[in-house]
């Protein structure tokens, strides 16, 4: 019930193309959503997120959507670009006394041909 | 921009050894995390701990790791008798934890190789 499950496990995409990235959960306990960004030799950096109360969440290129009844939540990358190649991981969080303890998804290598 | 700092980047040590890995959360940060990332797999929480305590752990997190924040500034783990299975990158998170969003500062993670 902890698990955050993510999809695909590789991307490739077009300069200029979507990028879409999907994530579902069980625990209906969580009520915080971030999406990390990871390039190589690097930590996990906060990319953006959203709480359970709104469906969607725009920040320049970077998108979620957040289906509360279906429990799921994407990430679309528009426009991307050779720079947004790097590992993205979904990632839940329940408040409480539990926060910070993030279950993250399994992670999705985007790659961004020029 | 703080930052969250670790070292060493990269440990390799024998099976059986004790290892500790450091940490210099931001400075005025109050929670405190590990997590690990075994090689090609997602990241996992390990323990978080506030006001000089552990708050929580995982079951990963058995009585061969510990965690201690010794001088108001560092903030380490140690695994006191390092197996294969400990091969992984251990990242340091820190939070606010005053209003915050919730958002977690990662360093750039210790490799640690146990041969």
């Known amino acids: 019930q902890q698990q955050v499950k993510q999809s695909p496990q590789s991307l490739i995409v077009q300069k200029g193309g979507i990028s879409i990235i999907n994530c579902a959960y069980e625990?209906?306990?969580?009520?915080?959503f971030p999406w990390y960004q990871q390039f190589p030799g690097k930590g996990p950096a906060l990319l953006i997120a959203?709480?359970?109360?709104?469906s969607e969440k725009k920040e320049g290129r970077f998108t979620i959507s957040f289906n509360k009844s279906a429990k799921q939540f994407s990430l679309h990358i528009m426009d991307s670009q050779p720079g947004d190649s790097a590992t993205y991981f979904c990632a839940a969080l329940s408040g409480g006394t539990s926060y910070g303890k993030l279950t993250f998804g399994q992670g999705t290598i985007l790659t961004v041909h020029p | 921009e703080p930052e969250v700092t670790q070292t060493p980047s990269h440990q390799v040590t024998q099976m059986g050894q004790e290892v500790i890995l450091r940490c210099v959360p931001i400075s005025n940060h109050l929670y405190f995390y590990w997590y690990r990332q075994i090689l090609g797999q997602k990241v996992e929480f390990l323990v978080s701990?506030?006001?000089?305590?552990?708050?929580?752990k995982s079951e990963i997190f058995d009585d061969q790791f510990s965690v201690e924040r010794p001088d108001g500034s560092n903030f380490t783990l140690k695994i006191r008798s390092t197996k294969l299975e400990d091969s992984a990158m251990y990242f340091c998170a820190s939070r606010t934890g005053t209003g915050d969003t919730g958002e977690l500062f990662f360093g750039e993670g210790s490799r640690l190789t146990v041969l």
């Open positions: 701990f506030y006001n000089n305590e552990i708050s929580e």
């Open positions: 959203i709480r359970p109360d709104v």
């Open positions: 625990n209906t306990a969580f009520d915080y």
